[in-house]
Each structure stands twice: as C-alpha cells, then as structure tokens.
C-alpha cells in the first residue's frame, strides 16, 4: 500500500507541473488530487520538494539500470541522453522553478554515470590508463551538461535530440580514439600496469 500511495503522490505532482511552475504546486494541491490526508503525504514525503528530488532520483535510477541491463544500447550514449530528457516539459517546469539546482544536479549526476559506464564499455580489450578514462569521462560529462544547461536557458528553443544526434555523428568514434592513444602513450613510456 505504501509505494502505491507514493507512486500517486509522485504521478499527481508529474500532473500538477502540466499546468503550474513547480514552485506553485502545493501540498493541498497533491492531497486533493490523490484524495489523501496530509498525514498521509508527510508520511511518505516531508515535503513537496522531497517528491521532486524522488522524481529525479528515479529518472537517474531508470538511466543507470538501462545501462546496466543493457536496455540502452552501451554503444550508444545518445540513448541514455534520449532517457534523460523524457517529458522535456517537465525538466523545464522545474529547471524555472526555485529548485533548478534539482535539475542541476540531475543531469550532472546522470551524464557522470553514462560517461563512465560508456568509457568503460568503450575501453574493453584497450589498456588504456585508468587515469586517462576517468579524464575521458569527465570531459564528455560535462561536455554534455553545458549543452543541457545552454539549451534549459535558451527555453528549450533548439531541437536537443537533433542536436545531441548531430553531436553523436561529429564525435562519433573520439573515445574509442582518445583510449587507443592513452594505450599508445602507456606502451611509448613502458607503463605495462594500470595507473
């Protein structure tokens, strides 16, 4: 009974942002809709901030199970992208509202889990410095958390999967290329161990 009630209390916030900034919903407003006592609402959330930050959390989580149960093609970062930026308009609602840090945060910590999971599928049968994946995966993490964030400001005006497809085919290939060459350079200075 309990995750059912936190899953309407989850999809009647995911309703509410359909037609106000995150900021104005309110707890009356998650109550009334649920047909829930408030009692009921702060025993599952202390308050409404705590749904948002539990939206987000199992957004990331569905991301990082993809991954990990190979729903999202691990060649293919632009598929855990596509994953993230589900229900656009809602992202925006809430990147407006007071708790934009919440997004923030979100599509850092996401971008940081597909990054290192990709570099890692990436850099099998590559003896490639551990140093230099972790490098790898910071630099298209945050690569693709300034594009989140530039396209979040501009009101989401640009088309971000054309984009971020358009992206996939310019770099396509690069880290496979940056692993190969920290190998290269291992091999050149006689580093035979991971670093």
């Not at 708790?99 to 996401?110: A, Q």
């Amino acid at each position: 009974m309990a995750s059912f009630t936190k899953r309407a209390i989850i999809e009647s916030f995911i309703r509410q942002l359909q037609n106000k900034p995150a900021d104005k919903i309110t707890v009356k407003d998650i109550v009334e809709d649920c047909g829930i006592s408030r009692n009921t609402f702060y025993y599952h959330f202390k308050d409404i901030y705590e749904v948002l930050e539990e939206i987000l959390r199992i957004r990331e989580e569905r991301v990082i199970r993809g991954l990990e149960n190979g729903e999202i093609d691990e060649g293919d970062w632009r598929e855990g992208m596509d994953r993230m930026i589900e229900n656009q308009e809602m992202l925006y609602r809430i990147y407006r509202s007071t708790r934009g840090t919440e997004v923030r945060r979100y599509f850092s910590e996401s971008a940081a889990v597909i990054f290192k999971h990709m570099v890692e599928v990436k850099a099998r049968g590559i003896p490639a410095a551990e140093e230099d994946k972790e490098l790898i995966g910071r630099f298209y993490h945050h690569a693709f958390e300034g594009c989140m964030l530039d396209w979040l400001e501009s009101g989401m005006k640009t088309p971000i999967a054309q984009e971020l497809e358009r992206l996939g085919r310019l770099f396509e290939g690069d880290i496979e290329l940056a692993l190969k060459r920290s190998a290269q350079f291992r091999e050149n200075s006689g580093c035979k161990d991971s670093e």
